[in-house]
C-alpha cells in the first residue's frame, strides 16, 4: 500500500472481523502497528492478527481516535451497544453487519461518512467478494481507500442501489452457504445410489473446488458453461435439461429471497432502538 494506512476493526475477534483482519495482515495492505482490534472482551486473535505489534482495545472510541478507516463488524443486534462518536475524527466508517443501513449507520456513529458493505470470511484467504454502497459524503479520495482494504481481501464493486446489499447479504455473506446446500443435495444422492458417505464427500467437495476455480478463473460466465455442456449434448445435457424445466431455478429464488427478507427484518428491529 502507498502510504500507512491505519485500519480498525470493531469486532475484531469475531468470524469475520478477525477473517478481515488476517486477509489485509497476509495481503501487507496493513502493517501489524497499523491495524487496532476493538471488543468488548479483548478476546485473543488467532495467526497473523495476534502479532504483538496489533493493537487491542475495549474502548471502541479510542479505536476509532487512531483509525482512518474503521470497520464495523458486530453482530447486527449489539449495534446499538458501539458506543462510539466519529463526528470529531475525520475517520470513515465502513459496516459489514446485515441489515444495518446507512440512515441507521450514520445515527450509530454520529458521522455522515459511512459506507454499507457486505463482504464474507473468505477475506481471511483473499477470496471476499466485498460489494459497498457509499453514503453521500464519501469523496472520491475516500473511494480509493475503500477498494483498497477491500481488494486487499478480494474483489470488490462500488455499487449505487442501497438495497442491493440486502440482496447481496443473501447471495455472497454466507460462505459456503447455498452452494454447501446444492453439494450436499449432490452427497445425499451418492450415498443413496450406494457410495460410501466418505468417498461420496470427497468426490463433491473436489467437484466444488474444481468448479470454483473454473468459474472463478475462465472466461466464461456460469450460463455460457451451462449452453456449452447443453451443446455437447452429453450424459450432463440430458441432467441439465431435465433440471431446467424443473421448478429449481423458482425453489432458488424462493430460498434466497426468503433471506433477504431476513435481512431487511432486522433493519426493522434495530430501527426501533436506533430511532
Ligand atoms: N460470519 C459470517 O459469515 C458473516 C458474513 C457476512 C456478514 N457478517 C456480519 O458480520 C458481523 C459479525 O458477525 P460474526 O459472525 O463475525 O460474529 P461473531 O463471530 O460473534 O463476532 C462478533 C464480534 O463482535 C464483538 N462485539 C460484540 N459487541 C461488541 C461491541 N459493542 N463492541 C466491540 N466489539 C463487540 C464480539 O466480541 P465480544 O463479545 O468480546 O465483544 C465478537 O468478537 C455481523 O453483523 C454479521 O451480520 C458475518
Given at each position: 500500500m502507498q502510504d500507512n494506512l491505519c485500519l480498525g476493526i470493531i469486532g475484531g475477534a469475531g468470524h469475520l472481523g478477525g477473517a478481515i483482519a488476517q486477509g489485509v495482515l497476509r495481503n501487507g495492505a496493513v502493517l501489524p502497528e497499523n491495524l487496532w482490534l476493538s471488543s468488548r472482551t479483548l478476546a485473543a486473535s488467532h495467526g497473523l492478527a495476534a502479532d504483538p505489534k496489533v493493537h487491542r482495545t475495549t474502548s471502541n472510541q479510542t479505536l476509532i481516535?487512531?483509525?482512518d478507516i474503521v470497520i464495523v463488524a458486530v453482530p447486527p443486534h449489539l449495534a446499538?451497544?458501539?458506543a462510539i462518536n466519529?463526528?470529531?475524527t475525520g475517520c470513515l466508517?465502513?459496516?459489514v453487519m446485515a441489515g444495518v443501513t446507512v440512515t441507521q449507520l450514520q445515527q450509530l456513529s454520529a458521522t455522515e461518512r459511512v459506507v454499507?458493505?457486505?463482504s464474507s470470511p473468505a477475506a481471511e484467504t483473499g477470496l471476499a467478494y466485498s460489494p459497498?454502497?457509499?453514503s453521500e459524503a464519501i469523496t472520491d479520495t475516500d473511494r480509493l481507500k475503500i477498494r483498497r482494504v477491500f481488494e486487499a481481501i478480494g474483489q470488490t464493486d462500488e455499487v449505487f442501489d442501497e438495497s442491493h446489499i440486502d440482496q447481496f447479504t443473501a447471495l455472497i455473506g454466507p460462505v459456503p452457504g447455498f452452494v454447501a446446500y446444492y453439494a450436499d443435495c449432490m452427497v445425499n444422492y451418492a450415498i443413496d445410489q450406494g457410495i460410501d458417505s466418505n468417498v461420496a464427500e470427497r468426490a463433491i467437495r473436489q467437484l466444488f473446488k474444481a468448479s470454483g476455480v473454473m468459474l472463478a478463473d475462465l472466461d466464461l460466465s456460469p450460463r455460457a458453461h451451462v449452453d456449452a455442456m447443453i451443446d455437447?449434448?452429453?450424459t450432463t445435457a440430458a441432467g441439465l435439461k431435465c433440471m431446467q424445466a424443473s421448478r429449481l431455478s423458482a425453489s432458488i429464488d424462493q430460498g434466497l429471497t426468503a433471506a433477504?427478507?431476513?435481512?431487511r427484518k432486522m433493519s426493522e428491529s434495530l430501527g426501533d432502538s436506533t430511532s
Amino acid at each position: 500500500m502507498q502510504d500507512n494506512l491505519c485500519l480498525g476493526i470493531i469486532g475484531g475477534a469475531g468470524h469475520l472481523g478477525g477473517a478481515i483482519a488476517q486477509g489485509v495482515l497476509r495481503n501487507g495492505a496493513v502493517l501489524p502497528e497499523n491495524l487496532w482490534l476493538s471488543s468488548r472482551t479483548l478476546a485473543a486473535s488467532h495467526g497473523l492478527a495476534a502479532d504483538p505489534k496489533v493493537h487491542r482495545t475495549t474502548s471502541n472510541q479510542t479505536l476509532i481516535e487512531h483509525c482512518d478507516i474503521v470497520i464495523v463488524a458486530v453482530p447486527p443486534h449489539l449495534a446499538n451497544s458501539l458506543a462510539i462518536n466519529a463526528s470529531e475524527t475525520g475517520c470513515l466508517i465502513i459496516s459489514v453487519m446485515a441489515g444495518v443501513t446507512v440512515t441507521q449507520l450514520q445515527q450509530l456513529s454520529a458521522t455522515e461518512r459511512v459506507v454499507r458493505a457486505m463482504s464474507s470470511p473468505a477475506a481471511e484467504t483473499g477470496l471476499a467478494y466485498s460489494p459497498w454502497f457509499s453514503s453521500e459524503a464519501i469523496t472520491d479520495t475516500d473511494r480509493l481507500k475503500i477498494r483498497r482494504v477491500f481488494e486487499a481481501i478480494g474483489q470488490t464493486d462500488e455499487v449505487f442501489d442501497e438495497s442491493h446489499i440486502d440482496q447481496f447479504t443473501a447471495l455472497i455473506g454466507p460462505v459456503p452457504g447455498f452452494v454447501a446446500y446444492y453439494a450436499d443435495c449432490m452427497v445425499n444422492y451418492a450415498i443413496d445410489q450406494g457410495i460410501d458417505s466418505n468417498v461420496a464427500e470427497r468426490a463433491i467437495r473436489q467437484l466444488f473446488k474444481a468448479s470454483g476455480v473454473m468459474l472463478a478463473d475462465l472466461d466464461l460466465s456460469p450460463r455460457a458453461h451451462v449452453d456449452a455442456m447443453i451443446d455437447y449434448d452429453g450424459t450432463t445435457a440430458a441432467g441439465l435439461k431435465c433440471m431446467q424445466a424443473s421448478r429449481l431455478s423458482a425453489s432458488i429464488d424462493q430460498g434466497l429471497t426468503a433471506a433477504v427478507e431476513a435481512t431487511r427484518k432486522m433493519s426493522e428491529s434495530l430501527g426501533d432502538s436506533t430511532s
